[in-house]
């Protein structure tokens, strides 16, 4: 008798291109946020196109995709918007941010399981960029007509200038990710750096200060990655040198003087800042459990501070004040467990490739560009660019193996007896 091992039957996954074309468009249709006539009004609010394709990307990718992501990320995400629906029940009219928040989350998780390979994410950064770069050029034509005081708002009739960069820096951040790759195709590479000169042309436009450091920190981020490799920096001083080549030859040089000058001599909207976020933290201090619930906390703020006496409510104007006064130690905590689960590494990290690493330190500058905007802004919570970019790095991390679980001790099959004189008959 000779013992012949059992044979294993080997499957091939099948690949779906068109997932990665699903979100290319749903990237594309972020453009439309910008142009008042393509939003939606549902409730008295502007609901984002790229929702209706973020819907569908969910329904068709999330249910077979979402065991890719670590346990611990999907728990995070639960525990989350559970929290938030405890809050918010809390005081009356919290219904519009719950809805906003889930919608957003939505968008993120729907980007997370778009990716089946590198081609998908590839088509889902490009479709972002584009769209950003068509915002972009719909405020630059309008550069010759605003003031040094003023600037550009790409996002002109649905929110102030400030918002742009919530739109511009993730994809800046993705697009130079992807420039730095050296295989990519010479076509893709040039879309996507005209892209980035555009918008990156457009921020330095409007006199929106924290776009302006958010491109710094991008561009910081991008270099901690060229310096490995020769050729990674090459191609990152020529995608330097072409921004600032547009910038002088075609941006308005008097808007980012006057920016400067005015930061250098302080500013009243600045010290309001600071005395807002001091307001949010005795609002917490006050109410530590559940905060003073989200819809709440602006009159609250406004009631604190005496800024409100000619407005009914005062922004917080920082996330992060927001979560801790809005929602207490039961929203912080369940916000800083997110922020943990997508940042921390998994265990056998040193033992990934480069792929799953490289993906690994995009999703981790994603999130540092993250809590740097939303010092200065707490609707980075609804940006569909920045909650999308955020799930495509979550993606290019599921994708590459960042997550993937250890393969069980497998049983040896058992030997199968097989009578020598038979094989030799046979």
């Given at each position: ?251 308005n040089l008097e808007i980012i003087s006057t920016g400067v000058e005015r930061t250098q001599a302080g500013l009243r909207s600045d010290a309001l800042r600071v005395t807002l976020v001091r307001a949010a933290f005795d609002a917490f201090l006050e109410h530590p459990f559940l905060g003073v619930s989200p819809q709440e906390l602006p ?9 409100g006496a000619m407005r009914a409510e005062v922004s917080s104007h920082n996330a992060f004040a927001f979560v801790l006064a809005g929602g207490g130690l039961l929203w912080s905590l369940s916000f800083l467990a997110l922020g943990v689960a997508l940042w921390r590494r998994p265990w056998g990290f040193s033992r990934l490739d480069a ?72």
């Amino acid at each position: 008798m000779v013992a012949v091992p059992a044979p294993i039957a080997a499957s091939r996954p099948r690949r779906r291109f068109w997932l990665g074309a699903l979100a290319a468009l749903t990237g594309l249709a972020v453009a439309g946020s910008a142009f008042e006539s393509l939003r939606f009004r549902v409730g008295g609010m502007l609901v984002h196109p790229m929702n209706f394709l973020v819907l569908g990307l969910f329904v068709l990718a999330a249910p077979t995709r979402l065991r890719r992501l670590a346990p611990s990320l999907v728990l995070a995400i639960f525990a989350f918007l559970l929290a938030t629906l405890v809050v918010t029940v809390s005081e009356s009219g919290g219904t519009k941010i719950l809805v906003k928040l889930t919608v957003s989350f939505l968008a993120f998780v729907a980007a997370a399981c778009a990716v089946d390979e590198d081609r998908d994410f590839r088509l889902g950064v490009l479709g972002l960029a584009i769209a950003v770069a068509i915002i972009s050029v719909r405020g630059l034509s309008t550069l010759e007509d605003v003031t040094a005081l003023s600037g550009i708002n790409p996002m002109e009739g649905i929110a102030n200038k400030n918002a742009f960069s919530l739109y511009a820096l993730p994809a800046l951040l993705l697009s130079g990710h992807v420039l730095l790759r050296e295989d990519l195709g010479r076509l893709e590479r040039l879309i996507l750096g005209a892209t980035l000169i555009v918008t990156v042309v457009a921020i330095y436009s409007t006199s929106n200060r924290s776009g302006w450091l958010g491109v710094v920190v991008v561009l910081v981020l991008l270099a901690f990655r060229a310096v490995r490799r020769v050729r990674r920096f090459l191609i990152f001083g020529a995608v330097v040198g072409g921004v600032l080549y547009a910038l002088l030859s075609f941006g308005n040089l008097e808007i980012i003087s006057t920016g400067v000058e005015r930061t250098q001599a302080g500013l009243r909207s600045d010290a309001l800042r600071v005395t807002l976020v001091r307001a949010a933290f005795d609002a917490f201090l006050e109410h530590p459990f559940l905060g003073v619930s989200p819809q709440e906390l602006p009159f609250e703020l406004a009631r604190r501070t005496g800024a409100g006496a000619m407005r009914a409510e005062v922004s917080s104007h920082n996330a992060f004040a927001f979560v801790l006064a809005g929602g207490g130690l039961l929203w912080s905590l369940s916000f800083l467990a997110l922020g943990v689960a997508l940042w921390r590494r998994p265990w056998g990290f040193s033992r990934l490739d480069a792929d799953a690493k490289t993906s690994q330190l995009l999703l981790r500058s994603m999130l540092i560009l993250w809590v740097v905007r939303g010092m200065f802004s707490l609707e980075i919570f609804y940006a569909p660019a920045f909650m999308f970019g955020l799930g495509l790095c979550v993606a290019s991390c599921a994708a590459s193996g960042v997550w993937a679980r250890r393969p069980k001790r497998s049983v040896r099959p058992a030997p199968v007896l097989v009578d020598e004189r038979f094989r030799r008959n046979a």
